[in-house]
């Protein structure tokens, strides 16, 4: 489907009034859309995007080589076969979800550059209100909406983390954040440092590394990297076969599926096995050259599963530090300095450019103000139902994915229990439906949403306090283990008593 076809629609009217509101059109938003017209068939549902078009992340994040992180029989959704490379390209991904708005004919429900400022609950209307302002005719647009579904992601697409370094303005060079790469930026015979060591780092630095003359990859820590062909052996034989696409998904999926539960169960019982068995895969990598580099600048002190872990497929990354086109440097920065970077140990990294791919800040939310009878939503101050809804919020959900796994795999999970929810509700005969702690709850230990002993990644240390509380009952808890809410979540009571109806 054409960009210009997807953006000739008419524009939506004010005061427009819809039975679901989904706010965003990347993975989790069409996830959503496709579940509600196949579970819910007549409902009226808009899709409100504030970009120029579907994707998200592949849509806004620019830089070369952006690739996922997880591989696309997880990642993609689970009523569409995926038929490439495991990792794909941004491009590939969009491509994907191309078709998935065309072959549903999701491209009706979804409104682009409608940025929300506001959603207000009212419990006498007994429905939202959402006010949104078109980013590319500045209009003010009005809409009602039974129920708000939050599908927007977790992270400021505007603004990436950048640490505040003393003497940035005294650098003579370019220096930007990976998720603003510049249009034309002409690295040929630049000398480039790459600050960051997660997955961003580690797909930039390969990507560009035979385009300058030189790029350093500069760390404060090491984390742990997993290597791999960029392929799945039984999916080729399946092809070759000519095994039924949706068939080969299937099979593929959940052999990964296994695979990803059992690597993760053993890096919790087994860490130093398993810290051994990743460390080993680096050396591996780089051959001759990981006497030099192993204990130096990938050895992390962290445990396994304290982070992700990021996958390096082809170890494209490794191959170019052995080719002499990359290098590693672990340290901090002092401040930055005409000439480039000075380290605390005195050491100067000279550079041209300098890309920060230091991360991003949490956005709750969306960073949109929402209020419920007047009161502005203190969101931190909430205790989530099962990861997806919060005491307090009426005819609300939010997709937050896996930390350790693909997010489509929860962003699925969420919306068949959307529609679910909604179908009860309907048989019931009621309109609204609210999370509310029970008397048998009076007194239970409330943690943060993500507990920074399991998983601590910089974004979570600086903005966890913003995100709901969690419990330590099933209920009140979202788990991160697709394991447990793939049979949890569909078999969750809605007459339970923790879901309350009016």
């Not at 952006?66 to 495991?86: N, V």
């Not at 919060?390 to 959900?397: I, L, S």
């Amino acid at each position: 489907m054409s960009e210009a076809a997807l953006l000739d629609r008419p524009a939506t009217l004010a005061g427009e009034h819809v039975d679901v509101l989904v706010v965003g059109a990347g993975i989790s938003g069409l996830s959503a859309g496709y579940h509600l017209q196949t579970q819910r068939p007549g409902t009226k549902f808009v899709m409100l995007e504030a970009q120029a078009s579907y994707g998200g992340t592949w849509y806004t994040h620019k830089y070369p080589g952006i690739r996922s992180d997880s591989d696309l029989y997880t990642f993609g959704f689970g009523f569409k076969p995926w038929t490439g490379a495991p990792i794909a390209t941004a491009e590939e991904i969009r491509s994907y979800m191309g078709e998935v708005i065309e072959e549903n004919g999701l491209d009706r429900h979804i409104r682009y550059q409608h940025r929300i400022v506001s959603a207000a609950w009212s419990s006498v209307e007994r429905r939202w209100t959402v006010m949104a302002t078109r980013t590319d005719t500045g209009e003010q647009l009005r809409f009602t909406a039974q129920f708000l579904w939050m599908c927007q992601g977790y992270y400021r697409r505007e603004d990436g983390y950048m640490p505040d370094w003393p003497g940035v303005e005294s650098f003579a060079g370019t220096l930007f954040h990976s998720m603003h790469w510049p249009d034309g930026l002409d690295i040929a015979g630049k000398r480039v440092v790459v600050i960051g060591s997660g997955a961003t780092a580690a797909t930039i630095v390969p990507n560009i590394a035979e385009r300058c003359a030189h790029v350093t990859m500069l760390q404060r820590t090491p984390i742990f990297y997993r290597t791999g062909r960029n392929a799945i052996e039984i999916a080729d034989e399946l092809r070759k076969l000519e095994i039924d696409e949706s068939w080969i998904h299937e099979i593929v999926r959940r052999k990964i599926l296994l695979e990803s539960k059992t690597f993760t169960d053993l890096t919790v019982s087994h860490p130093e096995r398993m810290r051994g068995e990743l460390l080993t895969l680096v050396r591996d990598a780089l051959g001759e050259h990981a006497e030099q580099h192993v204990d130096a600048h990938f050895t992390p002190t962290h445990r396994p599963w304290q982070q992700r872990i990021a996958f390096v497929p082809d170890a494209d990354l490794f191959a170019q530090i052995k080719a002499g086109h990359a290098s590693v440097k672990t340290g901090h920065i002092e401040r930055f300095v005409p000439e480039g970077i000075r380290l605390t140990s005195g050491e100067v990294l000279e550079a041209d450019v300098v890309v920060a791919a230091t991360g991003f800040h949490l956005s709750v939310l969306g960073d949109i103000a929402i209020s419920v009878d007047g009161e502005a939503l203190a969101f931190g101050e909430t205790v989530t139902y099962r990861g997806m809804m919060f005491t307090g919020v009426p005819n609300f959900a939010w997709v937050f994915g896996y930390i350790r796994s693909s997010w489509t795999l929860r962003a699925d999970l969420v919306a068949e229990f959307v529609c679910r929810l909604l179908r009860h509700m309907q048989e019931r005969g009621v309109e609204t439906v609210m999370p509310r702690l029970r008397a048998e709850d009076a007194g239970m230990t409330l943690g943060p949403w993500l507990d920074p002993e399991n998983f601590n990644p910089g974004y979570v240390n600086r903005g966890g306090h913003l995100f709901p509380k969690c419990g330590d009952k099933i209920e009140w808890r979202h788990t991160h283990d697709y394991w447990e809410d793939k049979n949890s979540i569909p078999q969750a009571d809605l007459d339970d008593g923790t879901l309350v109806y009016s």
